[in-house]
């Protein structure tokens, strides 16, 4: 037998677009654009930090910033970002979206401003100031994905529920080319006023003293946009489905969403029982749960752990591959600055013609060929130009075929937006109960964290040649770049074969796809339909 429906629950999932669902993508995005500014601004400038701090004069090649430095600094704001997502997560579920929305936002403001701030002038003073500040940047990131993610789902109508997710999902694209940009017209000012040689024709001059400030305003810079949104924020009403599903108060739902909807919504029930859809009260580690989403959480998280594997592995050391196929010169080449602006100017290029449109693709049509299809052909395509990129990788590497490898590089990311980076955030919005939604969705985030920080370290280390003159000064052999890329593409083989677990939500209300309409007595099963 079927519960009983909420009227106010029905009326969110039957309501036309209007302005208040765009005010909701704009408020939640601005903190996806500024979560993809600080996470990814950080690849531009490692560079820089390695000329600053660990140049050593006598040997042939500019400064870099050592093993298990590099390592920190790329990592930690992941690591923070990882604890975040558990802990925001489980928070949403416990105290409210709202209530803890806006200190996730707060904490990326403040960190962001004292990334660029270091205690003392040494390499260990300025790196542990940096890593600090990253790991808690990182920590108000990791908020963000639950919180952003289930706000916006119990906000959306049915129809274009889809659509909404991944709007918000997508300004984490503008993000990554908004942090291109502003390297670009940071070091392309200080490059102008501050000459210098490249490192080959003079060593000590090359790195200018100046360079410590534009790494420092490039990383600073993400407290704008999420300082922008703070008001609008805190101004958000709790979502419906919080306020009557798990603080059991429908008038007050139905309140909230007559004055959000600007329409009179009259609630018959006053309080949510075992007959009533949501009424519900088994958690997370119960046999229930087990049974109707342990598939889901299986597929959710091991398709995210998976990608990200690939796509941090690509974003944040993408200046290395492009150096090392000789798109971008060779460091010796160049002055301090001038690396930064090479560098911002190649990842500006990428996200142009790869990362945002894929983005956007996804948010046109998502709720046309559903979530399902979109992940199966992403992973797809993202293994199919990866195996490209890695199988003829010497070819790439020789002079007149750069401009070939960097089109296919833009497209694994075009198909990664267009596919898993975008389906694995959306979905474990859509398919857990309201009690545990965020919850779920901050789990399956964090394993693709804990995916990125894989991807991290092993790229890291695995890309190294193995030879002497083919790795940087302190690195061990690794398996070098051919191989290293031969992984990522059965990693994204890896992500296809899971997403095949993957249940479709399109034109499924949320309560449908949590398995909520029908009586706690009765067996349903977890959702597998692709219709």
Same mark, same amino acid.
């Given at each position: 037998?079927a519960r009983?429906?909420?009227?106010?629950?029905e009326?969110?999932?039957?309501?036309k677009?209007?302005?208040?669902?765009?005010?909701?993508?704009?408020?939640?995005?601005?903190?996806?654009f500024?979560?993809?500014?600080?996470?990814?601004?950080i690849s531009?400038?490692?560079?820089?930090l390695?000329r600053?701090y660990?140049?050593?004069?006598?040997?042939?090649?500019?400064?870099?910033?050592?093993?298990n430095v590099?390592?920190?600094?790329?990592?930690v704001?992941?690591?923070?970002?990882?604890a975040?997502?558990?802990?925001?997560?489980?928070?949403g579920?416990?105290?409210?979206r709202?209530s803890?929305?806006?200190?996730?936002?707060l904490l990326?403001?403040?960190?962001?401003?004292a990334?660029?701030l270091?205690?003392g002038?040494?390499p260990k003073?300025?790196?542990?100031?940096?890593?600090?500040f990253?790991?808690?940047l990182?920590?108000?990131?990791?908020g963000?994905?639950p919180?952003?993610?289930?706000?916006?789902?119990?906000?959306?109508?049915?129809k274009?529920?889809?659509s909404?997710?991944?709007a918000v999902?997508?300004?984490?694209?503008?993000?990554?080319l908004?942090?291109?940009?502003?390297?670009l017209?940071?070091?392309?000012?200080?490059?102008?006023?501050?000459h210098? *040689?490249?490192? %080959?024709t003079d060593? !000590?001059r090359s790195?200018q003293?100046?360079?410590?400030?534009?790494?420092?305003? $490039?990383? @600073?810079f993400?407290?704008i946009?999420?300082?922008?949104?703070?008001?609008?924020?805190?101004q958000?009403?709790?979502t419906a489905?919080?306020?009557a599903?798990?603080?059991r108060?429908?008038k007050?739902?139905?309140?909230?969403?007559s004055s959000?909807?600007?329409?009179?919504?009259?609630e018959?029930?006053?309080?949510?029982?075992?007959?009533?859809?949501?009424g519900?009260?088994?958690g997370?580690?119960?046999r229930?749960f087990?049974?109707r989403?342990?598939?889901?959480l299986?597929?959710?998280?091991?398709t995210?752990f998976?990608?990200?594997?690939?796509?941090?592995?690509?974003?944040?050391?993408?200046?290395?591959i492009?150096?090392?196929?000789?798109?971008i *010169?060779?460091? %010796?080449?160049?002055? !301090?600055?001038?690396?930064?602006?090479?560098?911002a100017?190649?990842?500006?290029i $990428?996200? @142009?013609?790869?990362?945002?449109?894929?983005?956007?693709?996804t948010?046109?049509?998502?709720d046309i060929?559903g979530?399902?299809?979109?992940?199966?052909?992403?992973?797809?395509?993202?293994t199919?130009?990866?195996?490209?990129?890695?199988?003829?990788?010497?070819?790439w590497?020789?002079?007149?075929?750069?401009?070939?490898?960097?089109v296919?590089y833009?497209?694994?990311?075009?198909?990664?937006?267009f596919?898993?980076?975008s389906t694995?955030?959306?979905?474990?919005?859509e398919v857990?109960?309201?009690?545990?939604?965020s919850?779920?969705?901050?789990?399956s985030a964090?394993?693709?964290k804990?995916?990125?920080?894989?991807?991290?370290f092993?790229?890291?280390?695995s890309?190294?040649?193995k030879? !002497?003159?083919?790795?940087?000064?302190g690195?061990p052999?690794?398996?070098?770049?051919?191989?290293s890329l031969?992984?990522?593409a059965?990693?994204n083989?890896?992500?296809?074969?899971?997403?095949?677990?993957v249940?479709e939500?399109k034109?499924?209300s949320?309560?449908?796809m949590?398995?909520?309409?029908?009586e706690?007595?009765?067996?349903?099963q977890?959702?597998?339909s692709?219709v």
């Open positions: 037998m009983q429906k909420l009227t106010v629950l009326t969110l999932d039957a309501a677009t209007q302005g208040y669902h765009f005010l909701a993508i704009v408020i939640a995005g601005m903190g996806f500024t979560d993809a500014y600080d996470l990814f601004s531009i400038v490692t560079k820089c390695g600053l660990y140049t050593d004069l006598n040997y042939s090649k500019p400064g870099t910033l050592p093993p590099y390592a920190a600094v790329t990592s704001a992941l690591c923070g970002t990882l975040g997502q558990l802990f925001f997560g489980w928070l579920d416990k105290l409210g709202k803890v929305y806006g200190f996730t936002l990326m403001i403040v960190c962001s401003l990334s660029g270091s205690f002038h040494q003073g300025v790196i542990a100031t940096l890593c600090f990253r790991f808690w990182g920590f108000g990131v990791g963000d994905y919180l952003s993610a289930t706000i916006m789902s119990e906000y959306a109508n049915k274009t529920r889809g909404f997710i991944a999902f997508a300004m984490q694209g503008f993000g990554i908004f942090a291109a940009v502003i390297s017209i940071v070091s392309a000012s200080f490059k102008h006023h501050f210098a *040689p490249s490192y %080959a060593r !000590a790195t003293s100046q360079a410590d400030y534009v790494w420092r305003i $490039i990383l @600073m993400g407290s946009p999420a300082a922008l949104t703070f008001y609008w924020r805190m958000m009403p709790e489905r919080y306020t599903l798990i603080a108060n429908t007050k739902a139905a309140a909230d969403m959000v909807l600007q329409q009179d919504i009259v018959e029930v006053e309080v949510v029982e075992s007959h009533v859809v949501g519900d009260t088994w997370l580690f119960s229930q087990a049974k989403h342990g598939v889901h299986l597929a959710t998280t091991t995210w998976f990608l990200d594997i690939a796509f941090y592995s690509q974003n944040l050391f993408q200046k290395d492009f150096s090392k196929v000789g798109w *010169p060779k460091a %010796a080449t160049m002055n !301090a600055i001038e690396e930064v602006y090479r560098v100017r190649a990842q500006a $990428i996200a @142009m013609c790869g990362t945002v449109p894929g983005y956007w693709f948010v046109a049509f998502i060929i979530r399902y299809i979109i992940q199966l052909q992403g992973f797809f395509f993202m199919v130009f990866m195996f490209a990129l890695a199988i003829p990788y010497h070819h590497t020789t002079p007149g075929h750069h401009t070939g490898f960097v296919l833009a497209f694994t990311f075009f198909f990664a937006n596919g898993p980076n694995t955030f959306i979905v474990p919005a857990f109960p309201a009690r545990l939604r919850t779920c969705h901050g789990i964090a394993c693709g804990a995916g990125a920080i894989v991807g991290t092993g790229f890291l280390y890309s190294q040649g030879t !002497a003159a083919t790795r940087d000064k690195y052999k690794g398996i070098g770049m051919k191989n031969l992984v990522l059965f990693t083989l890896a992500g296809l074969a899971m997403s095949l677990l249940p939500a034109g499924k949320l309560e449908e949590a398995l909520e309409t029908v706690e007595g009765e067996e349903p977890p959702s597998t692709r």
